[in-house]
């Protein structure tokens, strides 16, 4: 792997776990103490500092000492550590680090020498993670939901292989269930329809949507009147099959036009005609999970709504989950409970045969399977044996908003609006070929389990507000300043190597500071962002950053002595724009994790 560049939080962790060794060594501090509870940050106040820790405060109790004895004396080690010029004691032993300024400036330097793999890390240690997102119903078109889903699972990848893991993208088809019969006998419908037959309302518990009558016509042009006197027993698997294919290809097209793909499409039907269901659970079988019993009524069922009757059941409790769940329906075929046991068991099974196993599973649902996630998780524990962990991400709804209304329905789905309705819209505002970049990026500025507001006037915007303006008017900015110097200073180099040489030392304003410190959070946000599963994060950060250097570009308009760049001082203007790129470098990396070309200028 490629040399990584510094990270400012590993590298004092690293000092302080020395200083601690020291203090163990000399008998101040017992030996073989517990530190994996001692963190590494930014003080919440930056007026307090640059680097906080709590060492003395977690390690008080082992030590059998006051906190803020051992304060003092962690104090007087770090006190001499490389560039630190002051330790302060805070409360009852918090220490608080102030750093040098070159320090700072080094950091620059390691941007301008890494680029855009700058924060790029080992922290997964090549180990193989399986995201498994979006896997919609392939029964109908893409809505803006699952467009959230997509987008949070294909930046959670990318950011999980930018800080050192294997990535398997995967989409899991559900093609085995009753939903794809509703979906042949609706085509069949629509077949007829293009066969000259006239349909008026749709019968209830087919799909309404337009976009069935390209799959009955395509059906139509292909066999001709074929299907029309055949029983259902006949032309069912034929239009099941056909209308589950147009509808993936069409899934996958939306998809291509969000900018996300996909390495692994898995079906439920081939795993169920595998006989992969029937192997998992024997699996269970022999470990005893697996019984025939009676379940206790649904809570909120009342005795007319519930069967008593006697079913294979897997022993979910015994993991977490809150009742033991059915393996098998009462026409004997296997329930999706069963199927999705299979389908993780062979998630986590398939890397074996290349060393090592699939141990980090993650899955992006929707909201509405929120009810899902305990026997889920349970079945994991069970089936692997602990030795696979599962992180379900929820994604809340989204409420799509045109001029202060929420917009509910389009005529191509009949009871949504499509992902491709939602792009095309965006487009139409902001520019063709843009929508892709505003979606993918304003579906990231929340968490994923609270809901969200897309309103289509202000997500293209040219505000503040608009968040995916807002960072790349930093970035288009960063570019204007470099077109800018290159035609005040038409000989001065402005590559990444020349401005590695510029003298940073003159950059000594606060703001420029506190720029280079705030840069300098990037790789420990990116590891935070990537252990907790939450690209939401890169979004506020890239937030924040293009905040400070707004602020700082328009000090330049009321104090000329701060501009970016000075025609009267060479130096000076080298070492801001230098400063420039860095922002700009970083900029773009986080807008690579979501994919989202960074603009070259605003017009």
């Known amino acids: 792997m490629a040399p990584l560049a510094l990270n400012p939080f590993h590298f004092y962790r690293d000092r302080i776990l020395d200083a601690l060794k020291a203090l163990s060594e000399e008998g101040t501090l017992p030996t073989d103490l517990e530190t994996n509870r001692i963190t590494v940050e930014p003080p919440r106040d930056p007026s307090h500092g640059?680097?906080?820790?709590?060492?003395?405060?977690?390690?008080?109790?082992?030590?059998?000492?006051?906190?803020?004895?051992?304060?003092?004396?962690?104090?007087?080690?770090?006190g001499a550590t490389e560039a630190v010029e002051s330790v302060e004691i805070a409360g009852p032993g918090f220490l608080n680090l102030r750093i040098a300024d070159d320090f700072w400036r080094d950091?620059?330097?390691?941007?301008?020498?890494?680029?855009?793999?700058?924060g790029e890390s080992d922290l997964g240690q090549g180990a193989w993670v399986n995201v498994e997102y979006v896997s919609a119903n392939p029964t109908g078109p893409l809505h803006a939901a699952h467009a959230r889903g997509a987008v949070v699972g294909d930046a959670l990848a990318t950011l999980l292989e930018k800080v050192g893991y294997k990535v398997e993208r995967e989409y899991y088809i559900n093609d085995a269930g009753a939903q794809v019969d509703v979906l042949a006998r609706s085509a069949y419908l629509r077949?007829?329809?293009?066969?000259?037959?006239?349909?008026?309302?749709?019968?209830?518990?087919?799909?309404?949507?337009?976009?069935?009558?390209?799959?009955?016509?395509?059906?139509?042009?292909?066999?001709?009147?074929?299907?029309l006197a055949a029983s259902e027993d006949e032309w069912l698997p034929e239009f099941r099959a056909f209308s589950v294919a147009c509808m993936m290809d069409s899934i996958r097209e939306d998809l291509d036009l969000l900018g996300v793909k996909q390495d692994i499409f898995t079906s439920e039907k081939a795993l169920v005609e595998s006989g992969a269901v029937a192997a998992a659970l024997k699996t269970l079988e022999d470990k005893g999970l697996i019984y025939v019993g009676v379940l206790?009524?649904?809570?909120?069922?009342?005795?007319?709504?519930?069967?008593?009757?006697?079913?294979?059941?897997?022993?979910?409790s015994d993991f977490g989950d809150d009742v033991d769940r059915a393996l098998k329906k009462s026409d004997g075929s296997w329930t999706y409970f069963a199927s999705d046991i299979a389908y993780h068991l062979e998630k986590y099974q398939r890397r074996r045969d290349h060393g090592q196993a699939v141990r980090h599973l993650i899955d992006v649902w929707g909201a509405d399977h929120g009810g899902y996630v305990k026997r889920m998780s349970a079945a994991v524990r069970a089936i692997t044996e602990d030795q696979a962990d599962l992180d379900v991400k929820l994604c809340q709804i989204v409420h799509l908003m045109e001029n202060g209304k929420q917009v509910r329905m389009s005529k191509r789905a009949g009871t949504f609006v499509t992902l491709r309705d939602v792009l095309e819209q965006v487009d139409a505002v902001a520019g063709a070929g843009k929508g892709k970049d505003v979606v993918r990026f304003i579906m990231l500025t929340r968490r994923n389990d609270q809901t969200m507001e897309f309103d289509f006037a202000k997500v293209t915007e040219a505000a503040k507000e608009n968040p995916v303006f807002y960072v790349q008017y930093a970035h288009a900015r960063h570019k204007s300043s470099l077109r800018n110097c290159a035609e005040i200073f038409p000989d001065m180099d402005l590559s990444e190597s020349a401005f590695v040489q510029a003298s940073l030392g003159l950059l000594e304003e606060e703001g420029e500071l506190a720029l280079?410190?705030?840069?300098?959070?990037?790789?420990?946000?990116?590891?935070?962002?990537?252990?907790?599963?939450?690209?939401?994060?890169?979004?506020?950060?890239?937030?924040?950053?293009?905040s400070a250097f707004h602020a700082q570009w328009n000090k330049g308009r009321d104090n000329p002595q701060l501009r970016f760049i000075r025609e009267d001082d060479r130096d000076v203007t080298l070492a801001r724009q230098a400063l420039v790129r860095a922002v700009g470098l970083v900029i773009a990396s986080g807008l690579g994790i979501f994919a989202v070309e960074p603009a070259e200028e605003m017009r």
Do not use: C
């Not at 680097?51 to 080690?77: F, G, S, Y």
């Open 191 to 227: 077949y007829r329809e293009a066969l000259g037959e006239v349909i008026e309302a749709i019968p209830e518990g087919l799909y309404p949507g337009d976009y069935l009558k390209d799959v009955g016509g395509a059906l139509a042009e292909r066999d001709g009147e074929k299907w």
């Open 50 to 78: 640059d680097i906080a820790t709590n060492a003395a405060m977690v390690l008080a109790k082992p030590a059998k000492k006051k906190p803020r004895d051992i304060a003092e004396h962690l104090a007087e080690k770090l």
């Open 107 to 118: 950091r620059v330097k390691d941007i301008l020498t890494f680029k855009e793999a700058y």
């Open 516 to 546: 280079m410190r705030q840069l300098a959070q990037w790789p420990r946000l990116l590891e935070g962002a990537a252990e907790a599963h939450e690209p939401h994060r890169i979004a506020l950060y890239l937030h924040e950053l293009a």
């Open 296 to 316: 206790e009524p649904p809570k909120g069922k009342t005795p007319d709504d519930w069967e008593a009757r006697p079913q294979t059941l897997f022993k979910s």
